[in-house]
């Protein structure tokens, strides 16, 4: 017997893109219109929706912020109660691998609030467009140190440091050190 056994990240592409075909259909929107609202293009989106394509953590926040709709509400698995352990869980990277995000908990449904695990690599960068309106962003570091940008401005935060900012700007997070770091995420959408 030939069995191919799916991989986490073929089941992940299957959640999402479940997920925002639901959210498209009941939003009555087209592919074509879902393009023009979150700058992705029709044809990565048609297979994304199929669950032929993983995206990057960068086109799900595409996604999200055209939809107005917290990541989590693409990623989070629907269960009344969830233990989120490390490395068990969903996993998304960074277009340049540098980041790797893990969510963990969300309110109900399309929720105000979402939790988020990360682990940036060692001399590792990843910078983030600007969220959608309302979203606050609260980012701890658990282990290891790291440099959150916002706008222009740097701040160095070593383990257990938290940031509290508006993500609805240009942010990003590096890691300048020979060793990973941890970031522990809260975001609280406004607008949701």
């Known amino acids: 017997m030939n069995e191919k056994k799916i991989t986490d990240a073929e089941k992940l592409a299957q959640q999402v893109g479940m997920t925002l075909r639901a959210i498209r259909k009941k939003r009555e929107i087209s592919l074509q219109e879902l393009a023009t609202l979150t700058d992705v293009s029709k044809l990565t989106l048609g297979k994304i929706e199929r669950g032929e394509a993983n995206p990057s953590l960068t086109v799900i926040w595409k996604i999200a ?17 969830v233990i989120s352990r490390k490395n068990e ?8 691998e540098a980041l ?13 609030l979402e939790t988020h695990r990360a682990f940036l690599e060692p001399m590792g960068e990843y910078y983030a467009d600007a969220h959608q ?8 570091v ?5 440099t959150v940008q916002v706008q222009e ?12 900012f508006r993500a609805d700007q240009k942010h990003g997070y590096l890691n300048p050190h020979s ?8 975001m609280i959408y406004t607008n949701a």
């Open 89 to 96: 869980g969903n996993k998304v990277l960074s277009s340049n």
């Open 142 to 146: 658990m282990e290891g140190r790291a």
């Open 133 to 140: 309106e309302g979203v606050i962003e609260y980012v701890t």
């Open 179 to 186: 060793e990973g770091a941890v970031l522990h995420f809260v």
């Open 153 to 164: 401005q740097t701040y160095e935060l070593n383990t257990y440091d938290s940031i509290k």
């Open 65 to 81: 912020n055209g939809l107005s709709i917290p990541i989590s509400s693409l990623l989070a698995e629907k269960e009344e109660v």
């Open 100 to 112: 790797t995000l893990e969510p963990m908990f969300t309110d109900s449904g399309y929720g105000s």
